[in-house]
């Protein structure tokens, strides 16, 4: 059963759009993510977050924004949506323990399958 | 910088078929190693893990042992089922930064 929820599941937008991605996760994870993967598959982290009112940016993000002003809310906003923006974007969130190491696992929603005509 | 590399699908292997997927990393220090899985439709879920040099992961049948000398995580299985088709990543990870996963590869198993 899934405890990190994406919404909506599936998207068809115009070009010129603005679209917020929703995320949100009940397992009080400090840490939040934010893939897009490609129809190949492989994934491009677009942004993270290490806590309330932290933002980092990852390898693709030039084109999106994204706020965390609650542990359990992630959402990612497109300003203007684009076909080359048709793609699968997933949400992760993990438990981010404060050491040296932090291997706490990555949990996963389902995925928005966004399609920008 | 830190990298992983997995061998390319597709991979389309008959029922109880032994399966290996190579992975192998670069990477300063000593990471953590990871297998996700993705099923159709849904996001990825670890699959197992192994934090220092030969460590053996495993989980549902598959194993990994993290192999420092050969920085390799090639995964295992000695008897696939139709029910194992998925996407399966390699992911390394140092310290707090985020997660590199491999381009991922593709399993296909037939009956």
């Known amino acids: 059963e899934a405890d990190i929820y994406q919404t909506p599941r599936y998207l068809v937008i115009g070009t010129g759009k603005k679209i917020t991605l929703e995320c949100s996760q009940t397992?009080?994870?400090?840490?939040m993510y934010w893939y897009q993967q490609d129809p190949g598959m492989e994934l491009h982290l677009i942004h993270y977050?290490?806590?309330?009112?932290?933002?980092e940016k990852g390898d693709l993000s030039s084109e999106s924004t994204v706020s965390r002003i609650r542990t359990e809310h992630f959402p990612l906003t497109l300003e203007s949506a684009r076909p080359s923006h048709t793609s699968q974007y997933l949400c992760?969130?993990?438990?981010?323990?404060?050491?040296?190491?932090?291997?706490?696992?990555?949990?996963f929603g389902n995925g928005t399958r966004l399609t920008v005509t | 910088g830190d990298s992983v590399t997995q061998m390319e699908g597709p991979v389309t292997l008959s029922e109880e078929a032994f399966l290996t997927i190579n992975c192998t990393y670069t990477?300063?220090?000593?990471?953590?190693l990871f297998w996700y899985v993705q099923y159709p439709g849904e996001g990825l879920q670890l699959l197992l893990k192994a934090t220092k040099a030969d460590d053996k992961g495993s989980n549902k049948g598959f194993e990994a042992t993290y192999r420092k000398e050969t920085t390799s995580f090639h995964l295992e299985k000695g008897s696939v089922q139709v029910s194992d088709s998925a996407v399966y990543f390699c992911a390394l990870k140092r310290g707090n930064t985020p997660l590199v996963f491999g381009k991922g590869t593709r399993l296909s198993v037939i009956a």
């Open positions: 397992m009080g994870h400090d840490k």
């Open positions: 992760a969130s993990s438990l981010g323990l404060y050491r040296l190491e932090d291997n706490s696992p990555l949990h």
């Open positions: 977050s290490y806590g309330v009112n932290s933002t």
């Open positions: 990477a300063t220090g000593y990471p953590s």
